[in-house]
């Protein structure tokens, strides 16, 4: 899943907090998040789910990475965070019934099996939002991430599952490097994921052509349950 691709922060011109993108949080705050259960998909640390969790009834964040779910929990009890929940599980496994959520969140950690799993357990009229990596993520490596979306196949994915899709736009910067030297120190980070699926070769040779720039491109969604 995306999830797995590598952490990447959505970057570009709109403001952010946390490194979550100002107009995702803002599409999630038109929701009666104050009087609602949310379930966080692929929480890692706790990002998306902390930056939630004061204007949330409740918020369960879940990730099958044991530490990751250890340090959110850290991160919520050194804030005074008492709403928050963080379990281990696997999102694209089982069903989310027994974490009762009004409204689905999930910040780059993307699969259809996570929007079939959203539009099981959400009632019709409750939200389902996300971040995900967009095609163009990256596109200087030459190689598509297996895990992005494009608008049409997520519209089809969302469609498919009884989604009415309410708010959908690509935030997307193309970084322009004045050096081979600050190329590579932007991907410092991401040698050994890249190494390990190919695309460090790949990124390599784009620099050795000349090439100097690179890509982060994400979509973000909000759709109802029809
Ligand atoms: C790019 S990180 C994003 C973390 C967090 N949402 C954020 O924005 O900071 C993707 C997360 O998804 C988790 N993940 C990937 N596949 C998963 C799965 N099948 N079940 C649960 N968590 C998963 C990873 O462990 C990782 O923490």
């Not at 959400?122 to 608008?151: C, I, N």
Request: hydrophobic content about 45%; some cysteine; proline content about 2%.
């Amino acid at each position: 899943m995306a999830g797995q691709d590598t952490i990447e922060c959505v970057t570009g011109a709109a403001a952010k907090t946390s490194g979550i993108s100002s107009t995702f949080l803002g599409l999630l705050g038109t929701e009666p998040l104050a009087g609602s259960s949310v379930l966080d998909v692929g929480t890692g640390w706790g990002r998306l789910a902390l930056e939630l969790a004061p204007r949330s009834r409740r918020i369960v964040g879940i990730d099958r990475e044991v530490a990751l779910i250890e340090d959110a929990r850290r991160r919520a009890a050194a804030a005074g965070i008492a709403n928050a929940e963080f379990v281990v599980a696997d999102a694209e496994a089982g069903e989310y019934h027994a974490f009762t959520p009004d409204v689905v969140v999930a910040h780059l950690c993307m699969s259809d099996a996570i929007v079939e799993r959203a539009g099981r357990v959400l009632a019709p009229g409750r939200a389902f939002g996300f971040v995900a990596f967009e095609a163009e993520q990256w596109r200087e490596t030459g190689r598509r991430s297996r895990f992005a979306y494009d608008e049409s196949r997520a519209r089809a994915v969302l469609d498919a599952n009884r989604f009415a899709v309410e708010h959908l736009e690509i935030e997307r910067e193309t970084q322009q490097y004045a050096s081979l030297e600050a190329a590579l120190a932007a991907v410092v980070g991401l040698e050994d994921k890249w190494r390990s699926d190919g695309r460090w070769f790949r990124y390599i040779k784009y620099l050795e052509e000349g090439g100097r720039t690179l890509t982060r491109s994400h979509l973000i969604v909000k759709a109802r349950r029809r």
